[in-house]
């Protein structure tokens, strides 16, 4: 006996909307901007969660408290998002179209424009929808927010390999990545896998680190790290701190790795008025508070606060 007609329809629409998710959700990802889309199977990150207990344990977190909170949701994605089954993990370049010169206090290149935190939950917002249009599902959002292990997931999605210098290394989009993306209550047909790749004898990031704060290939004590002690770091410095010419973050162990693309970003948000790069030493001196905040409103810079960034000014 012959199933009924509309049982086939049914059967082989429900089959082919199964098989075009993981490709749906990718296309849509594109669409709306990111430069790559990878899918993992959700999990609990139980040797991640190892490793960064350890990490932990050494005080390489320096004054990063927040790190102690929510180990249980970041280990455990259903505690973010019920029902939890596939983690979707995007990349975003964010290689500046244009860099400052050399010789001016320097920037991370990320903290150029607008606050990314806002500019990729509003597209991840955007892709979220666009994903509930083709199938009902929840989703929730992380963007370098939530207690989420993003590197983590982007390798388990098959974006790229924790590198030396503890960052994501993409071979296709680079290494000035930012991640973002969220955890999705429902199966794709296809997920990706991790990639057989890794630097290999490349040492550049630990021979370059100019805090010499690359302990191990991919262990970071923050208490060494110029990133960490101009932007997260309270209160004065320890004795014969340099931050050598970096008033706000470091880009040295990423811009030096052979993975770096210098492609330039395509992100209108992420492109700064001039005035914001182009300040010399002795103009960010004259700087006063409401000026800072007038240029540097809505982006990463705010996070050290115009007190940091004076202090940050005696120690370059
Ligand atoms: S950000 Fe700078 S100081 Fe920190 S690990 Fe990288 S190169 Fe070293
Ligand atoms: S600089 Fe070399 S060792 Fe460091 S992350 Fe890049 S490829 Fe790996």
Redesign the pocket.
């Known amino acids: 006996m012959h199933p009924p007609g509309w049982y086939i329809l049914f059967f082989y629409t429900f089959v082919n909307m199964q098989i075009a998710l993981s490709n749906v959700i990718k296309e849509r990802a594109k669409t709306i901007g990111f430069d790559a889309c990878g899918l993992a199977k959700a999990c609990l990150l139980s040797h991640e969660m190892t490793n960064f207990d350890n990490w932990l344990q050494e005080g390489y977190e320096g004054e990063m408290e927040y790190m102690h909170n929510y180990r249980h949701i970041r280990k455990n994605p259903d505690l973010l998002q019920k029902g939890a089954k596939t983690v979707l993990v995007c990349l975003s370049n964010y290689y500046p179209q244009q860099l400052q010169a050399k010789d001016l206090p320097q920037i991370a290149k990320y903290a150029y424009g607008r606050d990314y935190h806002k500019v990729l939950l509003k597209m991840q917002k955007r892709l979220l929808n666009s994903i509930r249009e083709k199938v009902n599902c929840e989703g929730r959002i992380f963007v370098d927010s939530a207690p989420v292990m993003e590197r983590s997931w982007a390798v388990k999605a098959g974006l790229g390999w924790i590198?030396?210098?503890g960052?994501l290394?993409s071979p296709t989009v680079g290494v000035h990545t930012l991640i973002s993306g969220m955890v999705l209550n429902i199966e794709v047909d296809n997920y990706d896998q991790p990639m057989q790749r890794s630097?290999g004898k490349?040492?550049?990031?630990i021979d370059f680190c100019p805090g010499k704060a690359i302990i191990e290939p991919g262990v970071i004590d923050a208490n060494k790290c110029l990133s960490y002690l101009s932007i997260e770091h309270r209160g004065l410095f320890p004795e014969n701190t340099s931050l050598q010419n970096n008033i706000f973050g470091c880009d040295v162990?990423i811009d030096?790795?052979?993975?770096n693309k210098k492609t330039p970003h395509q992100i209108t948000d992420f492109i700064p008025p001039k005035q914001r790069i182009e300040l010399n030493t002795a103009e960010w001196e004259k700087l006063q508070e409401e000026e800072f905040n007038a240029l540097f409103n809505g982006t990463p810079v705010k996070r050290t606060k115009y007190k940091g960034i004076k202090r940050n000014l005696k120690s370059l």
């Open positions: 590198g030396k210098s960052m290394i630097c490349c040492s550049r990031c162990c030096v790795c052979p993975f």
